[in-house]
């Protein structure tokens, strides 16, 4: 069982031209051990700090995060070889030419024979219906078949954790059902934050987050009527009122 544990972190970060550094996570502890796992909240709330966090892509400024023994500071190779993270934007991921050298490239250390490894890649390419895409340039992609690629990639070397950030924002109702089933099938632990409040309500357990702090931590359904609750205090009703009239 995969363990990821946050000791009292908290984030801030400097701002130019100020000497107040802006928090962008308030002091929490958690510790992470069910096999799917929601984080969902506002734009802007902290969501994506909180999953960096888990593959040393930040730092906390105070406190430690381990992910199954490993401090995501002093052993962040070793964190990194156990977690895939597949970013929002899958340019920010995809460094190679074409899908298939994309794969390929990803399998380079854990599969040394170039013809098992094109073997592999083209079986991790079928599973997400991208064979066919696998010598287009990936700027010829669609951004939908671009997010399936990044996470074809990612997946290929069977990383023990994997964190997803928002996963399904350009996929269509089919790919978002394969992404679905993708997730629900998968032997690794899932981290993963969305807006997409049908693929929270999967999850083994939700964090909702609201600026910068965990509000709620518990089943799915909850977390999801606890963060529509959140959203419709917030919403600007009175100033578009003020607005039309
Ligand atoms: N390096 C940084 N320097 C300054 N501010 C930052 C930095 N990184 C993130 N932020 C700010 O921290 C806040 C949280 O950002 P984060 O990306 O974690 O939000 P999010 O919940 O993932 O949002 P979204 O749903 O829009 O992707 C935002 O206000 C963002 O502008």
């Known amino acids: 069982m995969n363990s990821i544990s946050f000791s009292r972190v908290s984030v801030h970060?400097?701002?130019?031209?100020?000497?107040?550094?802006?928090?962008?996570?308030?002091?929490?502890?958690?510790?992470l051990t069910e096999r799917r796992i929601g984080v969902i909240g506002a734009n802007g709330s902290g969501k994506?700090?909180?999953?960096?966090?888990?593959?040393?892509?930040?730092?906390?400024?105070?406190?430690?995060?381990?992910?199954?023994?490993?401090?995501?500071?002093?052993?962040?190779?070793r964190v990194r070889g156990n977690v895939g993270f597949v970013f929002t934007d899958p340019l920010s991921q995809l460094v190679m030419p074409t899908g298939r050298e994309d794969v390929e490239l990803s399998l380079r250390r854990s599969i040394k024979n170039s013809t098992k490894r094109a073997a592999r890649a083209e079986t991790v390419l079928?599973?997400?219906?991208?064979?066919?895409?696998?010598?287009?340039?990936?700027?010829?992609?669609?951004g939908g078949e671009r997010q399936l690629l990044a996470l074809a990639a990612v997946l290929a070397v069977d990383p023990t954790v994997l964190v997803l950030d928002e996963p399904s924002t350009l996929l269509d109702l089919r790919n978002r059902e394969l992404l679905r089933r993708t997730v629900a099938?998968?032997?690794?632990?899932?981290?993963?934050?969305?807006?997409?409040?049908?693929?929270?309500?999967?999850?083994?357990?939700?964090?909702?987050?609201?600026?910068?702090?965990?509000?709620?931590?518990?089943?799915?359904?909850?977390?999801?009527?606890?963060?529509?609750?959140?959203?419709?205090?917030?919403?600007?009703?009175?100033?578009l009122g003020d607005v039309s009239r």
């Open 48 to 77: 994506s700090t909180l999953l960096r966090l888990i593959n040393g892509l930040v730092e906390p400024t105070q406190g430690s995060v381990v992910v199954n023994g490993n401090n995501t500071v002093d052993a962040v190779r």
């Open 126 to 142: 079928d599973r997400f219906g991208l064979l066919h895409l696998a010598d287009q340039s990936i700027y010829e992609l669609s």
């Open 185 to 239: 099938g998968l032997d690794q632990q899932v981290i993963m934050s969305t807006h997409d409040l049908d693929l929270a309500l999967d999850m083994d357990r939700v964090l909702v987050v609201e600026s910068g702090r965990i509000v709620f931590d518990g089943g799915a359904a909850e977390g999801v009527a606890r963060y529509r609750a959140l959203c419709a205090t917030a919403l600007p009703g009175a100033r």
């Open 13 to 31: 970060v400097a701002v130019d031209g100020s000497d107040i550094p802006k928090t962008l996570l308030h002091d929490f502890s958690l510790e």
